[in-house]
């Protein structure tokens, strides 16, 4: 306990020094233009709070990128899950699926953007499916990681058990491998989150990347650098929350505790 | 006869050459008999207890379970391994009632079930508890009463206390005795610890080392609970050691 | 018998491989189910492979040249990135003053995404090289200490307590003991950073660039030239793939003695 105090403490003290640093820096002369005062940042924030910046306050702009993420997010994981997992316990499944999987994974999500662009046009489908298929990867690599590892004397006692062969997988398998699917989807919802801000700063007319986007076309220093602080309290509050979440599900597992 | 070894061989083939592990084994156990298989080495004793299990194939010879051939693993033939194997991601309960529930019987039913067994084995008021924080000789202990709970007809127990320390072995020892004297079971129990052998069982098959072949057979009738400082336990002991062949 | 099995499943890939190439080819030149600027036939984005290592239209540049202008970017990003990277993390996990002060605004600064940054580099650097370069930084830089930090708070405290007890120095301790045993991490540190400096990578050429990958499938996309687009994926997936190889390569060699 006194652990994570001495933490929060250190914490404390060096984004405090962090942000004096930057105010005296942003008081120089020749930084005018390339720092704006965090004051002001700060002041924009609240501000933002409360009256809209473009069509929303901060709150929906925020809202609207959460919601993004969450349907691009949650698809990738269902599907992620069944397909990782089909690959890895049944040699057919491997046979058919890994020649893709092998084939799209070195392709960035990113790249994806112009074909999602022509294919979904510019409305929300293309984002949806920008971040599905970026997170898709990820969370299939850790299943498949994850399920191919089961410990074959484990199957060995189930089977002794009376576990039936068609139980093993649900009884069994995947069980096992929850802590490493787990890692998966940690890992995927920050490549999902960062995915959504590139998305947005390439074509959207709200949520967190459009705020530094417009920041850029209207030369407003202060407003990207609060969009940017945004996305990096936003990316920090996912992170945390699947940590919490993980504790509470991997309670047997050494890795959620 | 209740379990029949009929003549079984085993010889694992791979590309370093042929390894014979298990030689004309043949012996049978009559029901609630309490037979140890002793012997030196790594070589064949666990192999057989697989292959009664039904998780590895003979190379010749059969197995037959009252009359019927076993060929895969199933819950007339509990297994308890040496290094336990507990679903670390079920508690307790959940570890000692997977058989039941795998089986499809309510939940009312096997739960009350497990709870004896949990109870049997003296862990009670650690139902709720994960594998991790379990110390190795109450995991085995969950081991053991998971293995009960599918209501085997015979315990296959594979050098079940060979990973615990001196002191905590000394106790497991003395339950498996309690246990098995409460609850009748056939026990086929490998180890290599003579004091262990003599200690639990009605009768000791002695095993050779590599390829394993049956050497001889005791049986034990001394009173239980017996004790390891008994003028007869040591002249027994003195006696198996003698003839075992331990190879370096 | 368990040659012919895995024959088999080879057999399986091939044929799905086939089938999918025979599917996109029916409904697209066959058919016509698709309008081109959506999805090209698989033929002609063969063809247009080909006629992009020698053509310049639309963009401006063949597709060696973009290739080249990549990874000229790509690396200098990387390369600097790992060069900052490996001494913040190594000295975030040895020395406890700078763990304190350093750790939390590094813990901060790696939520947000490389691609974030790219108006406010635009601005200090301009949309040269450089500005892509620091977004690639970014990335790199995060990855690179991540792994790094966790490979060297991972040193075995044995081996830690064998070096003092032969006398060895803090600075000696860690440059003979933590920092060899921490290879393996150090290396998957690299290898999750170049996949990053390759996105980022893409998401600056998106953005602001008059040459690369990233940039000749977004112009492809502006004329609706989705054969050139999904030729530009491929490239920019063999790409990624090559420059992991490579780098497992030199892992092989180094960790070997470890």
Known sequence: MSDRKEKTFWAVVSLSLLTIVWFFASQMESMKTLLPNPVDVFKFLVAGAISPIGQHNIWGHILWSLSRVFVGYTLAAVCGIVIGSAMAWTKVGEAIIKPFYLLLRPIPSIAWIPLAILWFGIDEKSKYFIIFIGTLLIIMTNVYDGVRSVDKNLLGAARMLGAKENQLFFKVVLPSAVPQIFSGLQVGLGAAWATMVAAEMIRSSEGAGWIIIMGQNSVNMVQIYAGIILIGVVGLFLVTAMRFLEAKLCAWNIRGK | MFLKIDNINKTFTSEAGNNEVLKNVHFDIKENEFVVIFGPGQCGKSTLLNIIAGLEKESSGNVYLEDKKVTKPGPDRAVVYQNILLFPWLTVMGNVEFGPKSRGIKKSIRQKDAQEYIDLVGLNGFEKSFPVKLSGGMKQRVGIARAYCSKPKVMLMDEPFGALDAQTRYLMQEEVVRISAHEKRTVLFVTNNIEEAIYLADRIIVM????STIQKEYVIDLPRPRDYTSEEFLRLRQEISSIVEFTR | ?????????????????????????????????????????????????????????????????????????????????????????????????????????????????????IPIFTVWLGIGLSAKAAIIFVGVFVGTVVNVYSGIKQTNEVHIWVAQIFGASKIEILKRVAIPSALPYIFTGLRVSLGMAWLGLIAAELLAAQKGLGYMIQVARNFGRSDLVIVGMITIGIMGALLTLALEFVERRVVKGI
């Open chain 2, 208 to 211: 050779t080392n590599c390829p």
């Open chain 3, 1 to 117: 018998m368990k040659r012919l099995k895995i024959n088999k499943f080879r057999v399986i890939s091939a044929v799905t491989l086939c089938v999918f190439v025979l599917v996109w080819y029916l409904v697209t030149a066959v058919f016509g189910l698709f309008p081109k600027t959506m999805l090209p036939s698989p033929d002609s984005v063969f063809f247009s492979f080909i006629k992009k290592l020698t053509s310049t239209v639309p963009d401006g540049g063949t597709l060696f040249e973009h290739i080249f202008a990549s990874l000229v970017v790509a690396l200098t990003g990387y390369v600097i990135g790992v060069g900052v990277g490996l001494p913040v993390g190594i000295s975030m996990a040895w020395f406890r003053p700078v763990d304190h002060f350093v750790r939390p605004v590094f813990d901060f600064l790696r939520t947000i995404p490389g691609i974030a940054w």
